[in-house]
């Protein structure tokens, strides 16, 4: 072993505890009390540092973002986009609703602009893990969400932690997708090591890892699509407390390549 | 609690575990005695379904991917983009070297799809991490480092485990980067969920969970850029065992969006 520029991090064991035992969340429910009984019967407790993940779709129902889709009448617009593409007229035009633009079209599939700036397909809203005959949206302000549970999640059980809301994204050019995170509080979404020295001297440049999306996708691998876990818990993470919010994870306009 | 229309799955743990004291890969060292040897070292057993993530850079160096940059000449290609972008035109003439086409130029970036059809930044070509006046390539057929790595591993430690080497890429349309797998074997990249009933009866139709890139992302947060940890454990990953490589994760073009 050699000396080197940066001393060893003692970098220690991380954990994803999947978190069982949350009941269906209908509009209305504190989704914070929940988690906290859930906590209680499973025997699990919170400690300082915690990053707790949970699932948009929960987050959207119990804050009543669920829409019946025969109250839904689709638009002109949605109706040409829905044709050419084989998709339900009223999901595209809630889609459209919940954009600011159509990022692009085709091969089955709309990728828009949320109005909170995420790019994805249809506007984050989908079919699955709700009720028959109704869609979910994505929060208003999942930023906001994820503060308020929060704080209510601190309060009832006196810890320091963070909350990272997520959803599922696909991405260009790869195939399949990963949970990343459209909302947090108490966890600044990326670290910034631009300016620092690797172990050879080198000054970092651009280096910017997205912890908030790493630790969505780590809670993704426990919580499955077909199982009802929509929360864990991830343990070990290091991160710098903060209330950028998933916000901070939107690439500026101005900088991005890819409009 | 309800009953659902699939039985709840007993998710357990997730474990990321750091692996310490691997030494600076020098080309032609036997990474895969390398590693086994700092297993012994720190005490730590393989297990039967363990994923072993390794960074790329150490593959890389192991298997020679290193250039010196003062006996790169750059053409008249390179030096011209490299002067729009601010860049090296010696670094952006092995990006162009190692890519089949350039995808995007500007803000003082070039986005390339390498010769193995990943679209990342600078052909996955960096400085970090690297003696000084050297830059790393990625391994030539990373899905075949991943096996003959797991091969060896496998043989010394008489387990069956998968492997994943992994490149820090960035996203459109959001800051930071994450980790992601460049090569793979012994664990499909990803599990495709369609035609599975969630649990409220809706039949998934695109889901297919990235598995092997959030695994990737997960052993990023245990191994920072900083701390010399090029290797990580992932203990308690539900995988599918498959030798599709990370190739599988590459989009067809023909559906490509975003190409």
Sequence with gaps: MQSSAVPRASQSALSVLPLAGIKRVKPGDDLAAEIV??????????????????????????????????????????????????KDPRVIELALQESRRVVRKGQGILITETHHGFVCANSGIDMSNVEKGY???????????????????????????????????????????????????????????????DPYGYVLRVTQPAV?????????????????????????????????????LILDPRLDLFR
């Design 37 to 86: 009984a859930a906590l209680r019967r499973s025997g699990t407790s919170l400690r300082d540092g915690d990053v707790l993940v949970v699932t948009q779709k929960i987050v959207s129902k119990s804050e009543g973002r669920l829409v019946r889709l025969d109250k839904v009448k689709a638009g002109v617009r949605a109706a040409s986009i829905a044709k050419e593409l084989g």
């Design 135 to 197: 869609v979910a949206l994505l929060p208003v302000d999942p930023d906001a969400s994820a503060r308020r549970l929060r704080e209510a999640v601190e309060r009832a059980t006196r810890t320091h932690i963070a909350v990272i809301v997520t959803d599922t994204f696909g991405r260009p050019w790869r195939n399949g997708q990963t949970d990343v995170a459209i909302g947090c509080s108490g966890i600044e979404p990326t670290e910034n090591l631009s300016g620092k020295k």
């Design 212 to 248: 908030a999306d790493e630790v969505a996708g780590a809670a993704e691998l426990v919580m499955g699509k077909l199982s009802m876990v929509p929360v864990a818990i991830v343990r070990g993470v290091k991160y710098t407390r903060g209330e950028s919010g998933a916000k901070g």
